[in-house]
């Protein structure tokens, strides 16, 4: 999983409630990504950030908000008017420059009842 | 948008079998990427082939890639119980756009 941490593993919440998920990375890489994975699905853009201070929407970032104000850190923030928030939530980072792959984090599962 | 197809969705093959996995995708690229994911963990990045190469070799790993057909294909040779997981293919329309994944083939390898 590369020098990426997301936290918790598991996280649990009742219906009505914001929550905000954990993603920092030791790679000094530039850009950072938020993907939600549903089962048997492949992985969906939430918010991609190529540069501190600044992010964009990805596909499906409706319900969702994120910051990065240090360029290690990109919290997620799964807001109340997101419609269905249970998912697996995957964080990823990539070097600038001419580097293309992408480092994912181990990921969070969040329950949401 | 998921531009990426893999075909088939599941596989399953005895050990020492080959593995051949298909992804198909809409738009033109600048590079095509293997990812494999290991049930309830994050992905991890197996190889890389760009628009100008057609074939790529890393240890058990044979990427192809047809631009013309917008299409690649991921070989794992011999197959091994360990490589029992789920092979995404993702792609970029540009070296700094996000990249779009497919859906995925689950594979498992039998014992």
């Known amino acids: 999983d590369g020098g990426i941490t997301q936290s918790p593993k598991y996280l649990f919440r009742k219906e009505g409630q914001n929550v905000t998920l954990s993603c920092e990375q030791n790679?000094?890489?530039?850009?950072m990504y938020w993907y939600r994975q549903d089962p048997g699905q492949g992985l969906r853009l939430i918010y991609y950030?190529?540069?501190?201070?600044?992010?964009q929407k990805g596909d499906i970032a409706e319900g969702y908000s994120v910051s990065r104000e240090k360029k290690e850190s990109f919290p997620l923030t799964v807001t109340s008017a997101q419609k269905n928030p249970t998912a697996f939530y995957l964080c990823?980072?990539?070097?600038?420059?001419?580097?293309?792959?992408?480092?994912f984090g181990p990921g969070t599962r969040l329950t949401v009842t | 948008s998921q531009q990426g197809e893999e075909d088939p969705q599941a596989l399953s093959i005895q050990e020492g079998e080959n593995a051949t996995m298909n992804c198909s995708y809409k738009?033109?690229?600048?590079?095509l990427q293997w990812y494999r994911q290991n049930s309830g963990r994050g992905l991890v990045h197996l190889i890389l082939?760009?628009?100008?190469?057609r074939e790529k070799h890393s240890g058990r790993l044979r990427v192809t890639l047809d631009t013309s057909k917008k299409s690649s294909s991921l070989l794992i040779t011999a197959s091994r119980a360990a490589d029992t997981a789920s092979y995404f293919c993702?792609?970029?329309?540009?070296?700094?756009?996000?990249?779009?994944f497919g859906k995925g083939t689950r594979l498992s390898v039998i014992a």
């Open positions: 990823a980072s990539k070097d600038g420059g001419n580097s293309y792959e992408q480092y």
């Open positions: 790679l000094n890489h530039d850009a």
């Open positions: 950030s190529q540069i501190v201070n600044d992010f």
């Open positions: 738009t033109s690229i600048n590079n």
């Open positions: 082939i760009r628009s100008n190469e």
């Open positions: 993702a792609t970029a329309a540009s070296g700094n756009t996000p990249l779009v």
